[in-house]
């Protein structure tokens, strides 16, 4: 059973940085593409990047795309998302996600961790 842990949330003031990491645990990532989502208070969960399992494809929300990175490190199991000029809309908990699959799917994700928060405020 896979099972992943999110950490690296926290407050941060606009325009700052914090990344993101996703540890897996239980089965290897080598061959899951890897999704990052956010649900923010009172608004549906929405995909804000992915990452196949080779690393060679990547893709982003466009309320994120020139500002947030997606990356893995297959040999430490874990997914990384790197948010840079942040604003006070990606205030919201962040989830990763896991699907079978080698390559990115939003709505195939089979595993889900439980969440970081993250606070973008002055």
């Known amino acids: 059973q896979l099972q992943l842990v999110e950490s690296g949330g926290g407050l941060v003031q606009p325009g700052g940085s914090l990344r993101l990491s996703c540890a897996a645990s239980?089965?290897?990532?080598?061959?899951?593409?890897i999704g990052w989502f956010r649900q923010a208070p009172g608004k549906e969960r929405e995909g804000v990047s992915c990452i196949s399992s080779s690393g060679g494809s990547t893709n982003y929300a466009d309320s994120v795309k020139g500002r947030f990175t997606i990356s893995r490190d297959n040999a430490k199991n874990t997914v990384y998302l790197q948010m840079n000029s942040l604003k006070p809309e990606d205030t919201a908990v962040y989830y990763c996600?896991?699907?079978?699959?080698?390559?990115?799917?939003?709505?195939?994700?089979?595993?889900w961790g439980k969440g970081t928060l993250v606070t973008v405020s002055s």
């Open positions: 239980g089965l290897t990532l080598d061959y899951n593409a």
């Open positions: 996600a896991a699907t079978l699959d080698s390559i990115c799917d939003y709505y195939t994700m089979d595993y």
